[in-house]
């Protein structure tokens, strides 16, 4: 099992920064893949970014160039860094881990709340 906790969300101007954390129960070398997704009122939850345990990273065409994932793997914590944000970004944020087991299985945070608005 692993266990999330987020943190960092907020209420933000537009073209602000805000950097959003993921603690993990265990190192994150033992969990195939984390990633960062986000669910904004009346709409699906869709993918952000991902990492693999290797550092291989993955992103959303509408956050590419703004947004950067990041670990730090002595903290097992996952970060994602997000810069020019636009109101459209506005959504609970929610870390996933996928971990393979005999079968695949995904873990979710509690999810933080992300504002973007003037």
């Known amino acids: 099992q692993v266990q999330l906790v987020e943190s960092g969300g907020g209420l933000v101007q537009p073209g602000g920064s805000l950097r959003l954390s993921c603690a993990a129960s265990r190192s994150i070398f033992s969990i195939n893949a984390m990633g960062w997704y986000r669910q904004a009122p009346g709409k699906q939850r869709e993918l952000v970014a991902t990492i693999s345990s290797g550092g291989s990273t993955n992103y959303q065409d509408s956050v590419k160039g703004r947004f950067t994932i990041s670990r730090d793997v002595a903290k097992n914590t996952v970060y994602l860094q997000m810069n020019s944000l636009k109101p459209e970004d506005t959504a609970v944020y929610y870390c996933?881990?996928?971990?393979?087991?005999?079968?695949?299985?995904?873990?979710w945070g509690q999810g933080t709340q992300v504002t973007v608005s003037s």
């Open positions: 996933n881990a996928r971990v393979f087991s005999n079968y695949a299985r995904d873990y």
